[in-house]
């Protein structure tokens, strides 16, 4: 028999005393989020019958979660960050901005500050070189009507042959496969870079912990993730998913979307002064013109600094 007392006087009484709803002081619009948030976890607890043992593994998965900074990617894994893209979609259109490249999620694995370079950018260090296939990465950043955006910023980032990424792999040197490249005249951006890897997560780690009980696997298909911004344009955060990765439409993190796959055009004729095989990828962005200064900005979430 399940005891119901979440919204008994008494119980009421102590989520609004908890959520600071008897001072004065701190976040009004927090303290109603916490309010609710209270009242959601009691009628979890009681709709569900949860025992002590089962919240208090909960408390301590959450523990473990945050040890290992994995929330941003458990968020991803339970679609909750395609959730927000799909959200901002519909309030784009409910506004009627439509159009341009599609959105995707950024992932947890952004870092701020690479290096700034004009027109076009060698993103690899080197180090790959007797593993790694070269990879020349290039297109154009245009507005709706097709024409070119001079000067806009080609934020691009993306995983090593291992599927590890610089910063939070501490073997690669600073700001290895991370750019910002400022577009041409034309608006045309080009990288010269490697083949990456896609990536699971730790099998060890929280977040497969929870994909298991869901029967779910953690892997992720080979993508270039990036940031296009330009003044007087909505920022764009998207990524493009490779074709022919066996995840490519099962993605644990839901980011693969139509008009984001990424064709791969191997050749091997020594036509870019590369001797052997190489890769080449074309891919444009097509941006939509901002409302206002607020919608040219990216999200403020969190991120990581190289030189913290």
């Not at 909750?80 to 947890?108: K, S, Y």
């Not at 892997?219 to 330009?230: D, G, L, W």
């Not at 796959?261 to 590369?274: K, M, P, Q, S, T």
Request: net charge negative.
């Amino acid at each position: 028999m399940t005891v119901r007392i979440a919204q008994t006087n008494e119980t009421q009484a102590l989520f609004k005393e908890a959520a600071g709803f008897a001072n004065n002081d701190g976040n009004p619009r927090l303290k109603k989020i916490m309010f609710r948030v209270l009242n959601d976890v009691a009628k979890l607890i009681e709709d569900f019958d949860l025992t002590e043992d089962e919240f208090w593994t909960f408390a301590d998965y959450v523990n473990r979660l945050g040890q290992r900074s994995e929330a941003g990617l458990l968020i991803a894994g339970l679609g909750i960050e395609r959730f927000l893209d799909m959200r901002q979609d519909a309030i784009g259109a409910a506004a009627g901005q439509t159009g341009g490249t599609p959105r995707t999620i950024e992932g947890p694995l952004y870092v701020a500050g690479a290096p700034v370079v004009q027109g076009t950018a060698r993103m690899d260090d080197g180090s790959e070189d007797d593993v790694g296939i070269v990879m020349f990465l290039e297109g154009q950043v245009v507005d709706l009507d097709g024409q070119p955006i001079a000067g806009a910023t080609v934020d691009v980032w993306h995983a090593n042959t291992k599927g590890n990424y610089s910063f939070f792999d501490k073997s690669q040197s600073e700001y290895n496969l991370r750019r910002r490249i400022i577009t041409d005249a034309e608006g045309r951006y080009r990288a010269r870079s490697i083949v990456p890897s896609g990536y699971g997560c730790d099998p060890q780690g929280p977040t497969q912990a929870c994909l298991d009980l869901l029967g779910r696997h953690g892997q992720r298909p080979a993508h270039i993730h990036f940031f296009i911004s330009s003044p007087g344009y909505r920022h764009l955060t998207t990524q493009i998913n490779l074709a022919g990765d066996k995840y490519l439409w099962d993605d644990f993190a839901y980011a693969t979307r139509d008009g984001l796959v990424g064709e791969l055009n191997f050749r091997e004729d020594g036509a870019r002064g590369i001797a052997g095989r190489y890769a080449e990828l074309q891919f444009d962005f097509q941006l939509q013109k901002a409302a206002d200064h607020k919608a040219e900005q990216r999200s403020q979430r969190p991120r990581a600094l190289q030189t913290l």
